[in-house]
């Protein structure tokens, strides 16, 4: 990791910013049991690419995310892995 990644994460981190795009993420697919894309998560929520990956991976780290049967995303039509709650 490049010294401005690291940079970078110690501050979302320290000003609890993570902590916030990961709940607005969990409670997003709360509302979703066919499960969404990344990229249907930017659609919906506004956040980055590339924290809503960062913040996806932590959550299936966490266990309150799971991936499921491949389908086509609504966005870019390529075939993804949708993520859902694990409850």
Request: contains cysteine; proline residues 2%; aromatic residues 4%.
């Amino acid at each position: 990791m490049q010294d401005t990644s690291r940079l970078a994460y110690k501050q979302i981190q320290s000003e609890g910013i993570a902590a916030s795009q990961k709940e607005i993420i969990y409670n997003l697919c709360l509302d979703y049991p066919d499960g969404l894309s990344l990229r249907e998560i930017v659609n919906k929520t506004d956040i980055d690419i590339n924290a809503v990956s960062g913040r996806v991976n932590d959550l299936k780290k966490d266990g309150l995310l799971i991936t499921i049967e491949k389908r086509k995303c609504n966005i870019t039509g390529r075939l993804i892995n949708p993520v859902i709650t694990s409850n």
